[in-house]
């Protein structure tokens, strides 16, 4: 499909400037995508053994917690647990990663209980399974805060590689051909014009010698 255009020699010239610029531009996103690629691969791969590492801890922890259930009456089990003394405080902030805003969740601080531990409660009427599950949910909580980063940056960096992958399929597909068949259009119309023009001035010149020798 070609672009509607007056056949003029400084259209042919726009043409092909834009042409060389719609080349460039789609050379430079592939390897914008290929690398985005290469990136999302790689964090996917990381994904995948934090997310595993994660619900391993999680699950130990949540079967201590059963087995703490189990073992301890409903009543002293939510007095235990009613008022967490470790806080946690996050600051989010946003890196450039392949030209995507990612964020990155930084530990400002954490406070703890007047004990310096993460246990909300004394060990005098609590199991020892509780203790194990409220000390690996602690342990894996850096893991998850990493988790959240990784798994939104994948989700970012594969909006941003599918938006890559159109732009590039809309120059290699639409706008490239149309160009280079413009162009083409273009060449041969004033290549047809110029040999019009060579035609008619040769029978100018004929009609002058005719003139002449008459």
Do not use: C, W
């Not at 030209?99 to 004990?115: K, L």
């Not at 119309?189 to 010149?205: P, S, Y």
């Amino acid at each position: 499909m070609e672009i509607r255009v007056n056949p003029t020699r400084m259209e042919l010239n726009r043409l092909k400037g834009r042409l060389k610029m719609a080349q460039r531009g789609h050379k430079l996103l592939k390897d914008k995508r290929d690398e985005l690629m290469r990136k999302f691969l790689e964090l996917i791969r990381e994904n995948k053994e934090l997310r595993m590492r994660v619900e391993a801890k999680l699950s130990r922890s949540f079967a201590n917690f059963l087995l703490a259930q189990a073992v301890m009456s409903a009543e002293t089990m939510e007095e235990a647990i009613m008022f967490p003394q470790a806080r946690v405080e996050l600051e989010a902030e946003e890196v450039n990663m392949m030209s995507v805003r990612v964020p990155r969740f930084i530990r400002q601080q954490q406070e703890e209980g007047t004990g310096g531990d993460v246990y909300p409660y004394g060990f005098a009427n609590t199991s020892a399974e509780l203790d194990t599950s409220i000390a690996a949910l602690a342990e894996v909580l850096p893991q998850l805060i990493k988790l959240a980063e990784v798994e939104k940056a994948v989700f970012l960096l594969a909006n941003e590689i599918d938006k890559t992958r159109r732009r590039v399929n809309a120059l290699e597909h639409v706008l490239i051909p149309q160009l280079v068949s413009t162009i083409k259009y273009i060449s041969m119309k004033l290549d047809e014009n110029e040999r019009g023009a060579l035609v008619r001035l040769m029978k100018i010149k004929d009609i002058v010698r005719g003139d002449k020798t008459g």
